[in-house]
């Protein structure tokens, strides 16, 4: 159901590279209310995911960018405002990849060229396009900007690797652009901390389907899905949410403020427990558990 929440704003949506992709759902989010906007990404993925056809369906174009370049950043902007006829109003940056990740390499034995990649491409991004939107005052006041993350900023998960540290860094940055961007234009600037969702970025990391079975398990009201990030990304694109700014906020069912469920209690016991017939209650070192 639409609820015109969006209508007659103006937006940039990077990162929506194929139907799984959370910018994917936003952008048709966006579209059914009201929203007119453009897509970016890089030119790699461009060409090899379905962006295009997005752009077609959502009647818009695709605007080619690497979001690490200053240079391709000022151009998206000047092409947006053109293409959309004004300021633009909200802004999506889904924007995550890790090099060590991809190549299997453990936290404790990365590659420093590698991780300089991490944090360019899922953090310093986004410091990026706040930095050159301000430059060229490119959004206007009580525009808002959202990034996803996800709660592996604040807590160690296995397997998140560097992405981890990324994700610390780009809430950070909406901290620190927050205060600035919101004293000057009223431009607000928020994290949204997702649940795991098997996007292409997501099904890279070790370990995924565990963690989405263990964060589902877990949450009071489960995983969110990508469809409901949407929703939400949406209610802070609107004039319903002008006074939310600097904030990271968790779209994850409630698992960031969960310790225990008893749930996970009962199978951490039965965990414990030898299954064999030796009779102990506690961990034997000769056979296996449940």
């Known amino acids: 159901m639409a609820y015109n929440l969006l209508k007659g704003k103006r937006g940039i949506i990077f990162g929506a590279l194929n139907s799984s992709?959370?910018?994917w759902k936003v952008a048709q989010r966006a579209y059914e209310e009201g929203a007119i906007f453009t897509l970016s990404n890089t030119g790699v993925a461009m060409r090899m995911g379905d962006t295009a056809q997005l752009a077609e369906e959502c009647k818009t174009v695709a605007i080619?960018?690497?979001?690490?370049?200053?240079k391709d950043l000022e151009n998206l902007f000047d092409e947006s405002i053109k293409a959309l006829g004004g300021k633009i109003d909200f802004i999506l940056h889904s924007?995550?990849?890790?090099?060590?990740?991809r190549k299997g390499r453990h936290y404790s034995d990365l590659d420093y060229n590698f991780l300089e990649k991490t944090l360019d491409i899922s953090?310093?991004?986004?410091?990026k396009v706040l930095q050159v939107a301000r430059k060229k005052d490119a959004i206007n006041p009580w525009g808002s900007v959202v990034a996803l993350s996800y709660v592996a900023a604040q807590r160690t998960f296995y397997g998140y690797?560097?992405?981890?540290?990324?994700?610390?860094?780009?809430?950070s940055i909406a901290r620190?652009?927050?205060?600035?961007?919101?004293?000057e234009r009223n431009v607000r600037i928020n994290t949204v901390s997702q649940s795991p969702t098997m996007t292409t970025a997501g099904s890279g990391v070790k370990g995924i389907g565990?963690?989405?079975?263990?964060?589902?398990?877990?949450?009071?009201?489960?995983?969110?899905?990508?469809?409901?990030c949407a929703d939400y990304c949406i209610t802070l694109f609107?004039?319903?949410?002008?006074?939310?700014?600097?904030?990271?906020?968790?779209?994850?069912?409630?698992?960031?403020?969960?310790?225990?469920?008893?749930?996970?209690?009962t199978q951490y016991e039965k965990g414990l427990d030898c299954n064999c017939e030796c009779g102990r209650d506690e961990p034997c070192d000769d056979h296996k558990y449940d």
């Open 210 to 228: 565990n963690l989405l079975d263990f964060g589902d398990r877990m949450s009071p009201l489960g995983n969110a899905t990508a469809e409901e």
């Open 64 to 70: 080619e960018a690497d979001a690490t370049s200053v």
């Open 21 to 23: 992709s959370i910018a």
């Open 95 to 101: 924007i995550g990849m890790s090099p060590n990740v």
């Open 176 to 183: 620190s652009f927050g205060y600035i961007y919101g004293r």
């Open 123 to 127: 953090a310093v991004s986004f410091h």
């Open 238 to 265: 609107s004039d319903l949410t002008k006074k939310v700014t600097m904030q990271n906020l968790f779209h994850d069912g409630g698992f960031s403020s969960m310790g225990m469920s008893m749930r996970a209690l």
């Open 161 to 171: 690797n560097d992405m981890a540290d990324a994700k610390a860094l780009l809430e």
